[in-house]
């Protein structure tokens, strides 16, 4: 496997297991998605399938369209973040029946763990990126 079909892979991994991972939260853990959470899952979501898509397509040419959903969705999850943890600080007021302030897991923030994984996956379009211009 050479290094950019590897890169296309992890980011596919990556974004299948967020994906996973949301749809457990709430369809078995029975956490209730806030609206900053909604928006979170609309850039994630397609990208397991888009990028399964490139993957299996070897289609390298999918990264700026990958990079451009991570990182609004990573703006999205850092703004979540910041909701969460600066007391004071709601520039958005999300609507009920969950606020975009409930910690669900205090210890591990599911916001920080969409950053993560937004992260990941823009960090891997980049590589990608520049693996083509050599």
């Known amino acids: 496997m050479d290094r950019r079909t590897a890169l296309l892979a992890f980011a596919f991994l ?22 900053l959470c909604w928006y979170q899952r609309i850039f994630m979501y397609p990208q397991a399938l888009l990028l399964f898509l490139a993957l299996w397509r070897a289609d390298y040419g999918i990264w700026p369209y990958s990079l451009a959903l991570s990182l609004v969705g990573g703006s999205i999850s850092l703004l979540h973040l910041a909701e969460q943890k600066i007391p004071g600080f709601a520039p958005l007021a999300c609507k009920p029946p969950v606020p975009c302030s409930v910690e669900y897991i205090p210890q ?22 520049r693996q083509g211009k050599r």
């Open 108 to 129: 591990f923030p599911i916001p920080l763990q969409a950053l993560i994984a937004f992260s990941l996956i823009a960090s891997s379009m980049l590589l990608l990126a």
């Open 14 to 35: 990556v974004s299948l297991v967020a994906t996973l991972g949301s749809l457990y939260y709430s369809e078995v853990r029975l956490f209730l998605p806030c609206e």
